[in-house]
């Protein structure tokens, strides 16, 4: 099961022989041990001579959370409790607020809050520093202990102090957990013929809840004309379910594949013919929160030449991580490749470049909040495969919420420059048909 998010993302891997065929050079074996000895030294000595008893296995813990964290922000080790809560929140339901966090410049930032959660209703915005859970400071905590406090029982309280650029104070925010059941799929018509559907993240359920969503969709008198896919803050999740999702909008060619430097790592995802929905123009939505496995969506219909994109550039996370699962129980998330869309472009670092730009004007109400993206995180890892320390400010704006009820919320612009786009798309194809010109014959018009 591979996941490909912000939060989690991971291959399920369990044993193999093929490490044990393959022996490294002795040069190599020599110098493991001989810093492995540096290790046993300094642990018996803490052990021995340290001002008060320790927990040995407190310390080799924090050994090995060391050791990752000088690689990049994805690879982390995860407690017999932490990969349980890994294992739950792919099925799609768990207990807590609702948001996507990350560490940036050494604090704990939201990268997104989760459709119909507490953090969603509360207000919260991408870009958000939470500086204090229940009055702890967050900037000494690990991603992983951040996201244990986080969540709890239902029904309890937790309080949160937010500090947002352009506010003068902090502010506190007490929100009641919740089960967090993610609804992936949404839909509604914005015009007759025209459909809005919006996939809020990846998880088990969001292919089947999407092949649903479009036949009924395509079961609707008149049937469709165009439809708006919207990936905007969707922080990503299941690689295989990004796969299927592209596959239902393509009959064949590449999807995306991975590079590493194991063989394991060496995939490719193909579309099939077989249960490809009937094509018609559509527009995807895009914008800084669309991330890692949603971007897989994105560059395929995007390379394929099936969609075009409208936004602002996505975050930029194409790393994959192999979740190993150790003899205790507990798990070691790695970071063991990249992937690439059909036409052989990196996400990682860079993000997908929308066809068409749309910036979210600052009139609509929305805070100028500094976006920040895949390179902005401390230890990102660079091009040549080495983590980058350096931390880098991001620049811009951070995009509002999608909309869900054009009556009652502010206006959207993307989605209203979207539905447009289409009709344009629709006038040029009556064209085609009514003049049958043969140079724009076959051709799906390009906004």
Same mark, same amino acid.
């Given at each position: 099961?591979?996941?490909l998010?912000?939060?989690?993302?991971?291959?399920?891997?369990?044993? *193999?022989?093929?490490?044990?065929?393959?022996?490294?050079?002795?040069?190599a074996?020599?110098?493991?041990?001989?810093?492995?000895?540096?290790?046993?030294?300094?642990?018996?000595?803490?052990?021995?001579?340290?001002?008060?008893?320790?927990?040995?296995?407190?310390?080799?813990? &924090?050994s090995?959370?060391?050791?990752?964290?000088?690689?990049?922000?994805?690879?982390a080790?995860?407690?017999?409790?932490?990969?349980?809560?890994m294992?739950?929140?792919?099925?799609?339901?768990?207990?807590?607020?609702?948001?996507?966090?990350?560490?940036?410049?050494?604090?704990?930032?939201? %990268?997104?809050?989760?459709? #119909?959660?507490?953090?969603?209703?509360?207000?919260?915005?991408?870009? #958000?520093?939470?500086?204090?859970?229940? &009055?702890?400071?967050?900037?000494?905590?690990?991603?992983?202990?951040?996201?244990?406090?986080?969540?709890?029982?239902?029904?309890?309280?937790?309080?949160?102090?937010?500090?947002?650029?352009?506010?003068?104070?902090?502010?506190?925010?007490?929100?009641?957990?919740?089960?967090?059941?993610?609804?992936?799929?949404?839909?509604?018509?914005?015009?007759?013929?025209?459909a809005? %559907?919006?996939?809020?993240?990846?998880?088990?359920?969001?292919?089947?809840?999407l092949?649903?969503?479009?036949?009924?969709?395509?079961?609707?008198?008149?049937?469709?004309?165009?439809?708006?896919?919207?990936?905007?803050?969707?922080?990503?999740?299941?690689?295989?379910?990004?796969?299927?999702?592209?596959?239902?909008?393509l009959?064949?060619?590449?999807?995306?594949?991975?590079d590493?430097?194991?063989? #394991?790592?060496?995939?490719?995802?193909?579309?099939?013919?077989?249960?490809?929905?009937?094509?018609?123009?559509?527009?995807?939505?895009?914008? *800084?929160?669309?991330?890692?496995?949603s971007?897989?969506?994105? +560059?395929?219909?995007? #390379?394929?030449?099936?969609?075009?994109?409208?936004g602002?550039?996505?975050?930029?996370?194409?790393?994959?991580?192999?979740?190993?699962?150790?003899?205790? &129980?507990?798990?070691?998330?790695?970071?063991?490749?990249?992937?690439?869309?059909?036409? +052989?472009r990196?996400?990682?670092?860079?993000?997908?470049?929308?066809?068409?730009?749309?910036?979210?004007?600052?009139?609509? &109400?929305?805070?100028?909040?500094p976006?920040?993206?895949?390179?902005?995180?401390?230890?990102?890892?660079?091009?040549? *495969?080495?983590?980058?320390?350096?931390?880098?400010?991001?620049?811009g704006?951070?995009?509002?919420?999608?909309?869900?009820?054009?009556?009652?919320? %502010?206006?959207?612009?993307?989605?209203?420059?979207?539905?447009?786009?289409?009709?344009?798309?629709?006038?040029?194809?009556?064209?085609?048909?009514?003049?049958?010109?043969?140079?724009?014959? *076959?051709?799906?018009?390009?906004?």
């Amino acid at each position: 099961m591979i996941l490909l998010g912000l939060a989690i993302i991971a291959i399920m891997v369990f044993g *193999g022989g093929e490490a044990v065929k393959r022996l490294p050079a002795l040069s190599a074996v020599s110098t493991t041990y001989e810093n492995l000895g540096l290790f046993a030294d300094v642990l018996k000595r803490v052990q021995d001579y340290y001002v008060d008893s320790v927990d040995t296995q407190k310390l080799i813990e &924090g050994s090995i959370k060391g050791m990752l964290e000088t690689l990049d922000p994805h690879s982390a080790y995860l407690n017999k409790e932490q990969y349980k809560e890994m294992q739950t929140e792919t099925k799609g339901a768990f207990g807590g607020l609702g948001i996507e966090i990350t560490i940036k410049d050494s604090l704990l930032t939201v %990268v997104a809050p989760i459709e #119909d959660t507490p953090a969603w209703r509360a207000g919260l915005q991408a870009g #958000d520093k939470i500086l204090e859970i229940d &009055g702890s400071p967050t900037k000494p905590m690990a991603l992983t202990e951040a996201v244990k406090r986080l969540r709890g029982k239902v029904g309890t309280k937790v309080t949160i102090t937010i500090i947002r650029v352009g506010w003068t104070d902090t502010k506190k925010f007490t929100l009641v957990r919740e089960i967090i059941h993610i609804r992936t799929v949404k839909t509604k018509f914005l015009e007759p013929g025209y459909a809005y %559907v919006r996939i809020a993240q990846f998880n088990e359920k969001t292919w089947e809840d999407l092949d649903s969503t479009m036949k009924k969709l395509e079961s609707e008198p008149g049937g469709l004309k165009g439809m708006v896919l919207d990936l905007r803050n969707n922080p990503g999740g299941l690689l295989e379910q990004a796969v299927k999702v592209s596959d239902a909008f393509l009959d064949s060619g590449l999807i995306v594949y991975t590079d590493g430097r194991i063989a #394991d790592q060496k995939r490719r995802y193909e579309a099939h013919k077989e249960g490809t929905h009937p094509y018609v123009p559509m527009i995807v939505l895009v914008n *800084g929160g669309t991330a890692s496995a949603s971007e897989i969506v994105a +560059g395929a219909l995007q #390379d394929q030449g099936r969609a075009v994109l409208l936004g602002t550039q996505t975050f930029g996370k194409g790393s994959v991580q192999t979740i190993f699962e150790l003899d205790d &129980g507990s798990g070691l998330r790695l970071t063991t490749g990249r992937y690439y869309t059909p036409k +052989g472009r990196m996400i990682h670092g860079s993000g997908i470049t929308p066809d068409v730009i749309e910036e979210v004007p600052a009139d609509q &109400g929305v805070a100028a909040l500094p976006e920040f993206r895949e390179k902005d995180l401390e230890r990102h890892l660079g091009l040549e *495969g080495k983590p980058d320390v350096k931390k880098r400010e991001g620049k811009g704006k951070v995009e509002k919420k999608p909309s869900e009820d054009a009556e009652t919320e %502010v206006k959207d612009v993307q989605l209203d420059r979207a539905l447009e786009l289409l009709k344009t798309w629709s006038i040029f194809g009556h064209m085609v048909e009514r003049t049958g010109v043969p140079s724009l014959a *076959g051709v799906h018009p390009t906004p």
